[in-house]
């Protein structure tokens, strides 16, 4: 434990003296690692493929929205939180303006992505859009916040910023080149699903998932706070539970599904 205590010390900023960053990052890392387990055990964000799975169930009537319009309101806010930083904090240093611009370019993306590039078959629980886009609010504007924190603090002895921005540039284009080839999946008014193919799906089933977790991890270098540690850990487990479901989900609808493809990591799981 001594051995990580120090190791950590060599590699983010000191955490800025508040109980509510300190909460807000015990918080996000719980909040993310439970959401991922029980995406493994059967319960799912009602979104993309598992939007209906558990509503046709449920005792109380949903409000059901469109995927595309969901999604929407999955990023939009904090896209706005990303740009509004640029005007709050105008002048500050060269890696604080990396982490604007990184989280910025993540959202606008994202959007991007939503308004072009993906096909949408199903629908969204209001429930689910809500949290999902609090969760991407609250965790943009707190890593800006804590970042600002940073601020004339003796800079960590291992600078990551920079293997930090190889890092996010890696993590935005595999997880776009990956959308894009999900979107050819389907011709013009098809809305089945299909087991797709081409890239890194030969070798995992969710490889936009493993690119976006090498994004966040690509934040967290440039940012090296704990809250973006904690932030990067807990869409790590997150999304290995989103990927974990999301195979079984291919194993029971196609018999034809090829068992060699793991969920997240190649020729691992």
């Not at 002048?91 to 990396?98: A, G, P, V």
């Not at 970042?147 to 997880?175: A, C, H, R, W």
């Not at 487990?237 to 989900?249: C, N, P, Q, V």
Request: aromatic share 16%.
């Amino acid at each position: 434990m001594a051995t990580m205590a120090s190791a950590l010390q060599n590699l983010i900023f000191p955490p800025p003296p508040s109980l509510l960053i300190t909460a807000m990052t015990i918080v996000n890392f719980a909040s993310l690692s439970v959401s991922g387990l029980s995406e493994v055990r059967g319960k799912h964000m009602q979104y993309s493929k598992f939007w209906n799975v558990t509503s046709q169930t449920s005792p109380t009537k949903q409000i059901k929205l469109s995927s595309k319009t969901g999604m929407l309101i999955f990023y939009t806010p904090a896209f706005i939180a990303g740009v509004a930083s640029f005007l709050l904090f105008p002048n500050e240093n060269f890696r604080f303006l990396l982490l604007k611009s990184a989280l910025t370019l993540h959202f606008f993306k994202r959007i991007f992505e939503v308004l072009f590039i993906h096909k949408f078959s199903g629908g969204m629980i209001l429930e689910s859009t809500i949290t999902v886009c609090l969760s991407y609010l609250i965790s943009t504007a707190t890593l800006i916040y804590v970042q600002f924190q940073t601020l004339g603090l003796p800079e960590p002895s291992i600078d990551l910023k920079y293997v930090g921005v190889v890092l996010f540039i890696m993590g935005i284009s595999g997880n776009f080149y990956h959308h894009y080839l999900l979107s050819k999946l389907r011709g013009e008014g098809e809305k089945e699903y299909k087991i797709p193919r081409g890239g890194f799906f030969n070798l995992v089933i969710c490889p936009h998932y493993l690119f976006e977790i090498i994004g966040f991890v690509g934040f967290f270098f440039i940012s090296q706070t704990l809250y973006a540690l904690s932030f990067a850990l807990g869409t790590f487990f997150y999304l290995t539970g989103r990927s974990i479901a999301t195979r079984k989900w291919y194993l029971s609808k196609f018999e034809d599904f090829p068992k060699e493809v793991k969920a997240l990591i190649p020729y691992v799981y």
